[in-house]
């Protein structure tokens, strides 16, 4: 043993083992990195959100009453249209509160609540100042003039809408299935008064600026019309289901685009899957899960028992571009942290060893480096979606905090893991001095 000087203490080391100075480096690397991570996505998306001053306050009624213990949302309009949402619920009396908002005219606030399975959403609120502003918003069951007015098209009823939007490097490739049945035994041919066109049995209104329409299925070609407004079918449509399909293109130029999804019959289930890798989707409908769809994985968001004459909206915004430039910055730091202080590191002691043929069966071989590369960056990408879900207001907050302890009881696990195996292998080490 040949003693030797490191960080001022004269320590005795074998010279034949030198990856026990890897291996100490590498863990205290480790342990930098894992710390630094959970306190960059813990308290970085934090900075930067300046309090305000504002104040929204109100009553959600039902049939004259407050409506108790319900769950709400305040949707927030910013600059460029970004939406925020900040969830919220009523008291006993049906009465809310919200605090601490941004004030101006840059900002647009809306309060929503969720029943029945239709959204109802207040008149728009801007604050100017520190005085709060009062929202009284009424739901209830539609009045026995709404539902007469609907009776002309009752016998038309979209069972499902389906809507897939894949983004381009200039434009939006959007499809659309639509499964329509009349319940009449007779075809169907809307009264001109309420179409405006002598003939015309169906109407699928499109998003502002569409082009590039493309061939539209199960429905007969030559009393198919398309404008600016949408689809028209002017023929009689016979009794029983219709699958309609058709694609079309929208324009985009990287940059925020608000996509409205306009209704003129009523419709049992509206899904709409966003590709997400690339766009970043916020809705009035609600959001249900990831899925994957080779070779794409979409943002399901989705609407139940919607009424006609409704409508829903979808923003997008590039996915590089969607988080802050904080949030871009927190997540850059913390893989560059990860591959300083685990990959780096660790395939330092594999190649020092291979160098010096002293590898055994306890040595870090290739594939466990791939091992701990992969467990490290699913874990941090991972906290990363989950905070960008919180932030938009996909999941509350309880929620979020029972997926993030989970991600942190993985992260310990790891460590774990990764210090039972350096302790193994410093025992074997000094197996190997004491020879």
């Known amino acids: 043993m040949i003693p030797q000087i490191y960080g001022g203490c004269r320590q005795p080391v074998c010279p034949s083992c030198p990856d026990r100075v890897y291996a100490l480096t590498t863990w205290r690397l480790f342990l930098v990195g894992l710390l630094c991570s959970v306190l ?18 109100g009553v959600i009624q039902r049939e004259g009453q407050g409506f108790a213990e319900q769950r709400i949302m305040l949707i927030r309009f ?102 329509i049945v009349n319940t009449g035994t007779t075809p169907y041919t809307a009264e001109p008064s309420h179409s405006g066109v002598p003939g015309m049995s169906l109407h699928l209104p499109l998003p502002q600026g569409h082009y590039n329409m493309g061939q539209v299925q199960a429905l007969a070609a030559e ?20 699958q309609v399909v058709y694609t079309y293109n929208l324009p985009w130029h990287d940059e925020l685009a608000t996509i409205l999804i306009e209704r003129t019959l009523g419709t049992s289930t509206l899904d709409v899957l966003v590709e997400d890798a690339h766009l970043h989707t916020t809705s009035d409908l609600q959001f249900r899960e990831r899925v994957s769809i080779y070779p794409h994985v979409f943002a399901h968001f989705r609407g139940m028992n919607l009424e006609a004459h409704s409508r829903s909206w979808i923003q997008l915004t590039p996915r590089q571009t969607s988080a802050s430039l904080l949030h871009m910055g927190a997540y850059g730091l913390i893989i560059g942290i990860t591959l300083l202080g685990v990959v780096l590191p660790l395939h330092n002691v594999w190649h020092e060893r291979v160098q010096q043929g002293q590898r055994d069966s306890g040595a870090l071989k290739p594939k466990q480096i791939q091992d701990v590369k992969g467990a490290g960056r699913d874990l941090l990408r991972g906290m990363a979606r989950l905070d960008d879900a919180h932030n938009d207001g996909i999941i509350d907050e309880v929620t979020y905090q029972q997926r993030r302890q989970a991600y942190k009881d993985q992260l310990v696990e790891l460590v774990e893991q990764w210090q039972r195996s350096q302790a193994g292998q410093e025992a074997r080490d000094e197996r190997r001095g004491e020879m």
């Open 223 to 242: 009393s198919i019309r398309v404008d600016a407004s949408g689809l028209s079918y002017i023929a009689p449509l016979a009794p029983g289901e219709h």
């Open 78 to 179: 910013g600059p460029n249209q970004e939406v925020q949402r900040f969830p919220g619920q009523t008291d006993a009396e049906g009465r809310f509160l919200f605090e601490n908002l941004e004030t101006g005219a840059a900002f647009t606030y809306f309060v929503g609540i969720r029943y029945k399975e239709q959204l109802h959403r207040s008149e728009p609120v801007v604050l100017q100042g520190e005085d709060p502003v009062e929202v009284v918003l009424a739901v209830g069951e539609p009045s026995t003039q709404e539902a007469k007015g609907g009776d002309e098209q009752s016998k038309l009823r979209i069972m499902n809408h389906l809507m897939v939007i894949v983004g381009r490097d200039r434009h939006l490739e959007v499809r659309e299935v639509v499964r």
């Open 40 to 57: 960059v996505t813990g308290w970085l998306p934090r900075l930067g959100r300046a309090e305000g001053i504002g104040r929204i306050r």
